[in-house]
């Protein structure tokens, strides 16, 4: 299936993220470099750098089984990882113990099955905990947006349209079968006539008949999460690196060999453009971290007072 695909796309020369420089690394979830380059200087005017890199990934599975090779495993040692996506547990499971000083599932306490994701602003408030126990290590923080669902009530009728869709990533079982894959994705693309996954069927089928309606919902969810990373960049000391797993297409052509076929959502190993131009934004927060420490725990207190979360980390 490699083969295959090199053909279609030419060969993966992706940057792995995590063998870069940063003190703290935040993971937006399908977040295309391009609409985040029209949005991000709203909330991160003193941004010392900004670039499109290329991912090595389309897809959650492939970004985590591609970046998580040997060569970086001693760089994780001191590295607390907070993570909002189960998906990630069901390809790395007890290994994900092994590679992190520590490792925190925020989805297993905070999942919202309302809405089929853990919202932004419980990834958050773990992070802030997770920070403020252990302010001496670097953490990655993994939010799930802007991925589909939609967290904004206006978009409710575009997240019924699959509502189990998410909730079925908390069970969900990985294949390691390249053949029944390819199956699946020549079916989809002859019944269909586009190649579609990571979101529903019926978003795709959705967003095919009108797209300008999902990209505003992606760009409002986008908005979301990005008002939390913020805070985040005004609370945590370093050089804190903002990036994604791989992007989120709407339909864009397949390759030039496939000219009629468009893609949706973000299916692994395809790397068009829209999934694998990812963002990569440097901002620097030049506090101590006795600051650090007290910005955190001011903000807890009000996150405290004015939310009413469960689950310990």
């Given at each position: ?30 977040c ?12 991160f ?14 897809s ?9 090779d ?13 993570n ?8 790395l499971?007890?290994?994900l ?9 925020v989805?297993?306490n ?23 126990k252990?302010?001496g ?7 799930l ?38 199956a ?89 453009p ?9 901002v620097?927060?030049?506090?101590s ?25």
């Amino acid at each position: 299936m490699n083969a295959i695909m090199t053909v279609l796309f030419g060969p993966n020369r992706g940057v792995n993220v995590l063998s870069l420089d940063w003190d703290h690394l935040i993971v937006l979830d399908a977040c295309r470099c391009d609409i985040f380059k029209n949005v991000y200087r709203k909330f991160f005017p003193s941004a010392t750098e900004f670039k499109c890199i290329i991912s090595s990934a389309s897809s959650t599975m492939e970004f985590v089984k591609k970046n998580l090779d040997n060569n970086i495993e001693k760089e994780l040692k001191d590295i607390i990882f907070v993570n909002s996506n189960p998906m990630i547990d069901h390809v790395l499971g007890a290994r994900l113990e092994k590679l992190f000083h520590k490792y925190i599932p925020v989805w297993r306490n905070h999942w919202d099955s309302k809405i089929g994701s853990v919202r932004p602003e419980d990834t958050y408030y773990v992070a802030l905990r997770t920070y403020v126990k252990n302010p001496g290590k670097r953490m990655i923080i993994w939010f799930l947006q802007p991925h589909y669902p939609y967290v904004d009530k206006r978009f409710n009728h575009i997240n019924a349209l699959g509502r189990e869709f998410m909730n079925r990533a908390l069970h969900y079982v990985t294949s390691s079968n390249n053949l029944l894959t390819l199956a699946k994705i020549v079916k989809n693309l002859l019944r269909k006539g586009y190649l579609c996954a990571g979101i529903p069927d019926k978003i795709c089928e959705y967003v095919h008949r009108t797209p300008s309606e999902i990209i505003k919902a992606y760009i409002v969810n986008l908005l979301s999460v990005l008002y939390y990373v913020k805070k985040l960049t005004e609370i945590l000391p370093g050089k804190i690196a903002i990036t994604s797993d791989h992007g989120e297409a709407f339909g864009e052509p397949l390759s030039k060999l496939a000219l009629p076929l468009r893609v949706y959502g973000h299916p692994s190993r395809t790397r068009v453009p829209s999934l694998i131009q990812v963002p990569y934004l440097i901002v620097e927060n030049g506090i101590s971290r006795h600051e650090a420490i007290r910005r955190a725990l001011r903000h807890l207190i009000h996150f405290f007072t004015t939310q009413t979360r469960g689950g310990e980390v």
